[in-house]
């Protein structure tokens, strides 16, 4: 992802490298002459260049060698200036760590140095050289003229004369335009607007990423001018920029003031020849937990914890409920943790290496409950439950029982259920695949590989549907309330209708669905179809309705034909694919089967 990020950031640079090297040419004389020489040497070389918009131009055949050197310096530069930040911004991503307050202003990465000229319609604005006007003249006289501050500073008015203004705000300059135009002629009114602000270039020093010579659009700010920079360098203040004129600072500004209170009402605009700088950063004091904005403050020396709480937004709704916030100072001989009081924060001045908790509840949200009955119940549908309701309550909303309803044949399905199913099954095909792989070819053992392609077989045909075996019936509900299950989110219960229909299929020479019959037994209705396979298990699983599993021994000398057999029941036949490890794979695998055959019979007596 970081190789990503610098291709495509050394693309962009190719692509507009030329416009960052041709602002050079924009400087003014005057402000190059006031440069060292060494700056002034390369500014110098800067502008020997075409500035064509292509790169492969800069390195044509008679290119000096000088030129190309300084050419790949700066791109060099550029590119490292550019790894770097993601570099730092990728690590801190993956640290975890609290991020600088005010760092994400700066983040924007500028494609081009150059200026976008807006003008500047402030009345305090200074006109100055390069300002153009739009003149409107009307009545004996109609025109509408562009002019230019000229470089003496004078507005040269065709057919009125020259006329001087630099020095002015633009209040001050179209009045005196106005009254000007009115004491040379009768019968004309002017309008004078600013149409287009003059480039300024300034200079940005100190705690910037990249220092530097910047040319921008007249009437821009120090924000603008920190922005083109590259944003405050990890070691700069965003508490303490001086704005320099002449060799004087004008105005030193907090950007707290900005990010925190949103108060940028800065009056002075920059000016050609202004010089910002960005003193060394004071230190931080890390505030998280229950405030808005969790990060790292930079603190004046004098400031209080209350102080860094208003700079991280103040408390959040978690806070609500306590009275103090803790507060870790190390110093060179301890460490200690205070708890300050909310009357005592403006007391409490912050120092280095302070940190400062907020303490704050985690509100968690749950959503609304919900379960789906379905079936023979007076109005199925969804229902919204709280935390108490239970299988009887939800049934009696429901409107209860539809006469043909088979209660005894209800059915469960849970989430959590289904994912303790499939983690068993998991666990028994990984069992079954080691005692396989571990008896292939040992003597007496008549275990294959072949055993593996069945077993995946199976597995492949299970079906893990989350049924919850429970009592459905309203009689023995009210007897014991203990048998009245508490519902779970998106818990689904199917209430099927009476069919007297007996289940048989599996191993079975003829798997039928047989009518019900209140007499016949196991082994009658195991007779009725046919008998099992010589392929089937010696045990036969008889599964109740209500979801119960019994064994019935087809060859044990014991009497054992005495399971009850009920309208829904299911009598199926598993597959011997021989003994593993002792135990019967029939019955290891008996509770997954008893699901499926459940689920089976719920829904295939399910009818409207």
Do not use: W
Not at 355 to 383: A, Q
């Amino acid at each position: 992802m970081f190789k990503n990020k610098v291709i495509f950031l050394i693309i962009i640079f190719l692509f507009t490298s030329i416009d960052i090297f041709s602002q050079a040419t924009n400087l003014s004389d005057e402000f190059l002459e006031g440069l060292p020489p060494s700056v002034r040497e390369q500014i110098e070389v800067q502008n020997k260049l075409e500035d064509d918009g292509k790169l492969e131009d800069l390195f044509r055949a008679d290119t000096s060698l000088e030129k190309n050197k300084y050419i790949l310096e700066r791109i060099k530069k550029q590119l490292t200036a550019i790894e770097q930040q993601l570099q730092e911004e990728d690590q801190s991503n993956t640290d975890g760590n609290l991020q600088r307050y005010g760092e994400i202003f700066f983040k924007s990465l500028q494609s081009s140095f150059m200026p976008v000229n807006v003008p500047n319609l402030d009345a305090e604005h200074i006109v100055n050289v390069g300002d153009k006007f739009n003149l409107l003249l009307t009545g004996k006289i109609s025109d509408e003229l562009e002019l230019e501050v000229t470089r003496d500073g004078s507005l040269i008015l065709p057919e009125f004369g020259k006329i001087f203004i630099s020095g002015k705000t633009l209040a001050e300059a179209e009045e005196f335009v106005t009254n000007f135009i009115s004491s040379k002629t009768v019968g004309v009114s002017a309008y004078l607007g600013l149409s287009e602000v003059r480039d300024i270039q300034v200079l940005v020093l100190g705690g910037i990423e990249s220092p530097g010579i910047y040319t921008l659009s007249g009437g821009s700010s120090v924000l603008s001018a920190i922005n083109v920079a590259g944003g405050i360098s990890k070691n700069g203040s965003y508490r303490k920029i001086d704005l320099k004129r002449r060799g004087e600072v004008v105005e030193t500004l907090d950007l707290y003031n900005i990010f925190v209170f949103g108060n940028f009402n800065t009056q002075n605009k920059l000016r050609s020849g202004d010089t910002i700088y960005i003193h060394p950063r004071s230190f931080v004091v890390p505030i998280s937990g229950g405030v808005n904005f969790e990060a790292l403050f930079e603190i004046l020396p004098g400031e209080s914890v209350i102080n860094g709480i208003t700079f991280a937004g103040g408390f959040s709704s978690g806070f609500t409920g306590f009275d103090s916030v803790s507060l870790a100072r190390v110093d060179l001989e301890s460490s200690k943790i205070e708890k300050i009081n909310l009357d005592d924060m403006n007391n409490v001045a912050l120092k280095p290496r302070d940190s400062v908790l907020v303490p704050s509840y985690i509100n968690s949200f749950e959503p609304m409950r919900k379960v789906l009955i379905e079936g023979m119940v007076k109005r199925p549908g969804e229902y919204f439950i709280n935390e108490d309701e239970t299988l009887s309550s939800l049934i009696d909303r429901a409107g209860g029982y539809k006469d043909n309803a088979y209660s005894y044949g209800g059915a469960l399905f849970r989430k959590t259920a289904q994912d303790k199913e499939k983690t068993y099954a998991q666990m028994n095909y990984a069992d079954t695949v080691n005692y396989i792989v571990s008896n292939i070819g040992k003597p007496n053992r008549s275990v294959d590989s072949s055993a593996l392609d069945l077993l995946a077989e199976e597995l492949r045909a299970q079906s893990h549907n989350g049924r919850v075996v429970t009592n459905f019936e309203r009689s023995k509900i009210e007897k014991d309330l203990s048998n009245d299950i508490k519902l779970q989110n998106n818990d689904r219960i199917v209430i099927p209708r009476l069919e007297k229909v007996v289940y048989l299929f599996g191993d079975f020479k003829n798997p039928s669905n047989l009518a019900y019959e209140p007499k016949l037994s196991v082994n009658d209705y195991i007779k009725n179809v046919g008998g099992v396979k010589d392929s089937a298990y010696n045990e036969i699983l008889v599964i109740d309705p209500d979801g119960f599993t019994h064994v019935h021994k087809l060859k044990s000398l014991m009497f054992n034909d005495s399971i009850d057999i009920y309208p829904g029941s299911i009598i199926y036949a598993p597959r011997d694919i021989g003994k593993l490890s002792g135990v019967m794979y029939a019955s290891a695998v008996s509770p997954i089967l008893s699901s499926l055959a459940l689920s089976l019979a719920s829904l295939n007596s399910i009818s409207d």
